[in-house]
C-alpha cells in the first residue's frame, strides 16, 4: 500500500537537485563528471559503488565541503552556492562521516552529542534532555560520560550517530553506517533506520543491510550516478560462522 501511494505521488517534494556536478580534488582527475541526482521527500536511497569511485564526495559536495568545479545543487527548494549557503544546509542535513573521528570532537560522549543542539539554539538543559534521550533511544546510555576518543570503533558509529540524530534532521546522509558494527548491534541500526520517518540516503556495500533499509539503488559509473532500481532477494550459497559461535546466523 505504502508502495503503491509513493509511487502513484506526484507531489513528492524534491529535496537534493544536483544537476551536472563536476568535480576533481585538487590536482586529481574528475572524480564527477556531470553527474545528476535528485532525491525526494521520503526516499530510502542507498548507493553502491566501488571504492574510489566518488561516494563520499557526492555527500560532501551535498553538504557543501567540497565546492564543485560546475553545475548546479539545489537543497530544499532554493539554489546553494556560497559557503553562507549550506550553513542552514548543515543544520537540515545530518552527514555520518565515514570515519567517525571526523565526527566526534568533544571530550565525552554526552558533550558530543548535545554540541549539536546546542548549536541549533536550544538551551543547556534541553540540549542535554535531547542528548540523553537520543542516547536512549540508540540503547547507549551507559556511555554518556565516557570519554569519547576510548571508545571501541563500533562504539564510536553509535555515538556518532547520536550526533546526528540529536539535531533532529530533515535528510540523513549515511556513509557506510554498519562499518565495525557486530551483527547485533548491525540489526539493532537496521531496526532505527527502517523505522525512522526521516528520508535517508546510505552507502554500504553490505547486501543485506541494503536490502532491509532501501527501496531504490544507485551506483556511480564513470563520475555519473546511475538510478539501478529496486534490490532482489534470491536464493545462494553463502558462508555462515560456524554455530558455536554467539551471534551467528543472518536470518535465513
Ligand atoms: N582529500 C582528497 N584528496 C585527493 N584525492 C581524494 C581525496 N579524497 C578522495 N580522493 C580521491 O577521489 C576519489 C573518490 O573518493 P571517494 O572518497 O569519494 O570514494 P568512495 O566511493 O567514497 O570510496 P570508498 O568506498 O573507498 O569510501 C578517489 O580516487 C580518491 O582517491
Ligand atoms: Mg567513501
Known sequence: MK??????????????HLKDISYAYPGGMLVLNHMDLEFFRGDRLG??????????????????LLKPLSGYIELFGSEKKEEKDFVDVRKRIGLLFQDSDDQLFCPTV???VAFGPLNLGKSREEALDISKKTLEFLGISEFENRITF????????LVALATILSMEPEILLLDEPTTGLDEKTRAILTKIIQETDISYMLISHNADFLYECTDNIFTIKDGRVINQGKMYRHSHDHIHTPSFLPDHGHGH
Open 47 to 64: 548507493l553502491v559503488a566501488p571504492n574510489g569511485s566518488g561516494k563520499t564526495t557526492v555527500f560532501h559536495i551535498i553538504m557543501g
Open 150 to 157: 576510548k571508545l571501541s570503533g563500533g562504539e564510536k558509529r
Open 3 to 16: 508502495e503503491i501511494k509513493k509511487q502513484t505521488d506526484t507531489n513528492r517534494k524534491r529535496l537534493i
Open 110 to 112: 554526552l558533550e558530543d
